[in-house]
């Protein structure tokens, strides 16, 4: 009797176990689902504003752009985006028009040999990235968020999907771009990434940004 007893309290605790499990993960998901639309709402008020905001810049760096190192004034690239979608991202233009265009920059033998007079101080300063609030604005990407692969950069799409890390929007910036590491290896990238889905929050975005800011702040007054 006292061991029957045993076992039903057993599985008791084990039923309760996996009910609370269940039931907070989703409560987790309902919590992501909820911060993905705040976000995107943020994402584009923010963008839009930035845009306006930008604008007298955007039109200055495209002449200086267009007088200096010529036509074209934007680079336009294939990436993979939510869900593996594939969209356009926009860049100022750094590199020579005779640069492999579907080459990812770490993966350049000798990039200083394809740097444009102005993109020498574009990509030093990060403003090159600054037409992507425009990809925000059309709904392809994200302030923060793992950053958006190479159409042909099939391994890394491959492991993205296994790990979910492609359900959500790429960003500007991410995990990967406040660590050094990730610049080299594409393997620590795609962990970076797989982090950064499973603990999708507004704490996390902000530890980034805050990062991120930093970041900038001393690779344009220390290096």
């Not at 905001?53 to 760096?61: G, V």
């Not at 394809?114 to 059309?138: A, C, H, M, V, W």
Request: proline share 3%.
């Amino acid at each position: 009797m006292v061991r029957f007893s045993i076992k039903v309290n057993l599985i008791f605790i084990f039923c309760n176990f996996f009910l609370i499990n269940q039931y907070m993960i989703n409560y987790n998901d309902k919590i992501k689902k909820m911060y993905k639309f705040i976000k995107f709402t943020i994402d584009y008020i923010l963008a839009v504003s930035l845009f306006f905001f930008f604008l007298p810049l955007f039109l200055l760096i495209s002449l200086s752009i267009l007088i200096i190192d010529g036509y074209p004034i934007f680079f336009i690239q294939k990436r993979v985006g939510f869900k593996n979608r594939i969209f356009k991202i926009y860049k100022f233009r750094t590199l020579k028009t005779n640069a492999p265009h579907e080459l990812a920059t770490n993966q350049f033998k000798d990039l200083n040999s394809y740097l444009t007079k102005t993109g020498k101080f574009l990509r030093k300063t990060s403003l090159d990235e600054l037409p992507q609030i425009l990809n925000i604005i059309f709904g392809n990407m994200s302030f923060i968020g793992p950053r958006p692969l190479l159409w042909n950069q099939y391994n890394l799409i491959n492991q993205r999907q296994e790990d979910k890390s492609n359900l959500i929007k790429p960003g500007i910036t991410g995990l990967a771009q406040i660590s050094k590491v990730a610049e080299v290896d594409d393997n620590v990238k795609i962990r970076l990434d797989k982090i950064y889905f499973d603990s999708y929050s507004f704490k996390q975005d902000l530890f980034i940004l805050i990062k991120t800011i930093l970041f900038f702040l001393q690779k344009l007054f220390l290096n």
